[in-house]
């Protein structure tokens, strides 16, 4: 299970963190993700990083504003979000992926575990 937290009002130019905990599995088999999903847009990858945090993505649209990174004695995956624009204002849902100690991120229809998503607004 994932749990993901730190969502909520923020106004233009904020930096709130998100969180991500899983329960369970060996959380270091897994690549894990971040998604968004804007009103009435479809879902994307914001952001996503290997087992190890060695290797990781993003997105054109949060590249240089948003830094992924993971704590597996934590279990937890974050992501830092600084510079926020109003259109970033989304329902964040974090993701993992199964990889087995990949040095690849996943493609996105391998993110098969999913938190609830926890809402980001941003004020202008």
């Known amino acids: 299970q994932l749990q993901a937290s730190g969502g909520g009002l923020v106004q233009a130019g904020g930096s709130p963190r998100l969180s991500c905990t899983s329960s369970g599995d060996t959380f270091s088999n897994y690549a894990m993700g971040w998604f968004r999903q804007a009103p009435g847009k479809e879902q994307k990858l914001v952001a996503a990083?290997?087992?190890?945090?060695?290797?990781?993505y993003y997105s054109d649209s949060v590249n240089g504003r948003f830094t992924i990174s993971r704590d597996n004695g934590k279990n937890t995956v974050y992501l830092q979000m600084n510079s926020l624009k109003p259109e970033d204002t989304a329902v964040y849902h974090c993701?993992?992926?199964?990889?087995?100690?990949?040095?690849?991120?996943?493609?996105?229809?391998?993110?098969?575990?999913w938190g609830q998503g926890t809402l980001v607004t941003v004020s202008s």
């Open positions: 993701a993992a992926a199964r990889s087995q100690h990949s040095l690849v991120i996943p493609a996105t229809g391998q993110f098969s575990t």
């Open positions: 990083i290997n087992w190890s945090g060695r290797t990781i």
